[in-house]
């Protein structure tokens, strides 16, 4: 079945430290990727999506590419800040047939980011 | 944007007694709606999903019985957690996809934190 794997964190950095979450996925046809981000205190919230192969979703300064060779979506961003401390989510959603809408879920990154 | 709201955001109960917590979606109608359990390690467990007119569906190992579940409206589901024990004690989130162009996008309630003493 579907499944996305993320590197487990906590993941600590100094501000303005490039940032990278690594997230692969397995799943059946061709799905569409997401990350989430979850503030304190707060719920999730959309950061970037990409629906199909080589597609890169970007926002506040967050990058990840959508890679079928290496069934990857890797987070990115050149330069963190303390506002950026959060726990992030990949996930995906199966776009083949049976199960749409239906998001599976990496286990989550706990981000620090140190003044 | 498309809002989901929760009530209530936080609540503790005695063991043995049921916690409703509701779902709604603001600014726009849900067929479908999604309950999560999200734990201490922040992995989160999709529960089931809600169905507007129709029976919720479960995913496997939770139990139906346990975790009840009404999609009364379009813009309202509902969790109940029927004779509430410790070990139940957890962060809910419900979700919804978004209408028109924005299906393959959901969107979240900021939770419910439910303590059972």
């Known amino acids: 079945g579907n499944s996305v794997t993320q590197m487990e964190g906590p993941v600590t950095l100094s501000e303005e430290a490039f940032l990278t979450i690594n997230c692969t996925y397995t799943?059946?046809?061709?799905?569409?990727l997401f990350w989430y981000v979850q503030y304190p205190g707060e719920g999730l919230q959309l950061l970037l999506k990409?629906?199909?192969?080589?597609d890169k979703g970007s926002n506040k300064g967050f990058e990840a590419t959508y890679r079928k060779e290496t069934t990857s979506f890797h987070l990115e961003k050149g330069s963190v800040q303390v506002s950026d401390s959060a726990v992030y989510f990949c996930?995906?959603?199966?776009?083949?047939?049976?199960?749409?809408?239906?998001?599976?879920f990496g286990t989550g990154t706990l981000l620090a980011v140190q003044p | 944007g498309a809002v989901v709201s929760q009530h209530p955001s936080w609540v503790i109960c005695k063991s043995g007694t049921s916690v409703k917590i509701e779902c709604r979606s603001l600014?726009?109608?849900?067929?479908?709606m999604f309950w999560y359990r999200q734990f201490p390690k922040q992995s989160l467990m999709l529960m089931a999903t809600?169905?507007?007119?129709?029976?919720?569906?479960?995913e496997q190992g939770v139990e139906k019985d346990k975790f009840l579940i009404n999609h009364a409206s379009l813009t309202l589901s509902t969790l109940t957690v029927t004779s509430a024990h410790p070990e139940d004690s957890s962060f809910y989130i419900c979700?919804?996809?978004?209408?028109?162009?924005?299906?393959?996008?959901?969107?979240f309630g900021p939770g419910t934190r439910l303590t059972v003493l």
């Open positions: 979700s919804a996809p978004g209408g028109g162009s924005r299906t393959d996008t959901q969107y």
């Open positions: 799943a059946t046809g061709y799905p569409s």
């Open positions: 990409a629906t199909k192969a080589d």
């Open positions: 996930a995906l959603i199966g776009n083949y047939g049976g199960a749409t809408n239906k998001l599976i």
């Open positions: 600014d726009f109608q849900a067929t479908t």
């Open positions: 809600s169905n507007e007119g129709s029976k919720a569906t479960y």
